[in-house]
């Protein structure tokens, strides 16, 4: 794996000649990402995110960390987090960024040593499942990671809003699988790598959810069919 996204995340953050990122998907035309974006403080965050950061409590692990910062906001705050990426590169710019708890793995290979009472899953938490087919695997893997009385807060979007409407109002969805699949593409220092990233409407969380013994709880929906969801034991 090239990570890329971890790359531009350290090259930004050292000053090491940082180049623009560009993504695209199967479902739309390549764009620029603001690197800078993802060092973004609480007053910069997303609704949804702030609401996520007021909910948690205990022992917290941030998986997906990147940039770090939601785990540096919660540090700050005094409480004791983990920051949790795959990425070598992501987890050097959080230790550069003095954050006291970093694990590189990726999720499905985490096995520590203590539970966590809040696991913070955000930026399209659902995205590192990949495929719909893979939710279920996840989604035991996080309840193995919780205390009882835990709670997972996980965001994501109801992408049909990208696929055109009809006159009914209904919506022309291709029929080659889940519309909330995709394939992600990164670009960087002229290098390229792909990946599958999922989007899950809450509705198919929810069902997920609860076949997999979670209570699911629509905590906020944002402006543009994003929401930010709340599973418990």
């Given at each position: 794996?090239?990570?890329?996204?971890?790359?531009?995340?350290?090259?930004?953050?050292?000053?090491?000649?940082?180049?623009?990122?560009?993504?695209?998907?199967?479902?739309?035309?390549?764009?620029?990402?603001?690197?800078?974006?993802?060092?973004?403080?609480?007053?910069?965050?997303?609704?949804?995110?702030?609401?996520?950061?007021?909910?948690?409590?205990?022992?917290?692990?941030?998986?997906?960390?990147?940039?770090?910062?939601?785990?540096?906001?919660?540090?700050?705050?005094?409480?004791?987090?983990?920051?949790?990426?795959?990425?070598?590169?992501?987890?050097?710019?959080?230790?550069?960024?003095?954050?006291?708890?970093?694990?590189?793995?990726?999720l499905l290979d985490y096995n520590p040593d203590t539970l966590f009472d809040t696991i913070l899953v955000l930026m399209n938490g659902t995205g590192i499942f990949g495929k719909?087919?893979?939710?279920?695997?996840?989604?035991?893997?996080?309840?193995?990671?919780?205390?009882?009385?835990?709670?997972?807060?996980?965001?994501?979007?109801?992408?049909?809003?990208?696929?055109?409407?009809?006159?009914?109002?209904?919506?022309?969805?291709?029929?080659?699988?889940?519309y909330g699949e995709l394939e992600f593409t990164l670009h960087y220092k002229g290098q390229k790598e792909q990946f599958p990233w999922l989007y899950l409407d809450y509705n198919?969380?929810?069902?997920?959810?609860?076949?997999?013994?979670?209570?699911?709880?629509?905590?906020?929906?944002?402006?543009?069919?994003?929401?930010?969801?709340?599973?418990?034991?």
């Open positions: 794996m090239l990570d890329l996204f971890g790359q531009a995340i350290l090259d930004f953050y050292t000053q090491n000649n940082p180049q623009p990122l560009l993504t695209e998907t199967s479902i739309s035309e390549k764009d620029e990402m603001d690197v800078g974006y993802l060092f973004r403080t609480y007053q910069n965050m997303p609704r949804l995110e702030q609401k996520a950061l007021q909910l948690t409590n205990g022992k917290v692990l941030d998986i997906g960390a990147g940039a770090g910062c939601h785990t540096l906001y919660l540090q700050q705050k005094g409480i004791d987090v983990t920051a949790l990426d795959q990425s070598s590169y992501a987890i050097q710019a959080c230790r550069l960024q003095n954050i006291q708890h970093c694990v590189q793995s990726s719909l087919n893979q939710t279920a695997l996840y989604l035991q893997k996080l309840k193995s990671l919780l205390n009882p009385g835990g709670q997972i807060l996980i965001d994501s979007s109801d992408l049909i809003y990208m696929f055109d409407e009809d006159e009914d109002g209904g919506r022309w969805i291709p029929d080659n699988g889940y198919t969380l929810q069902n997920a959810a609860l076949a997999n013994g979670f209570q699911c709880e629509l905590v906020m929906e944002g402006k543009n069919y994003d929401y930010l969801a709340r599973l418990t034991v």
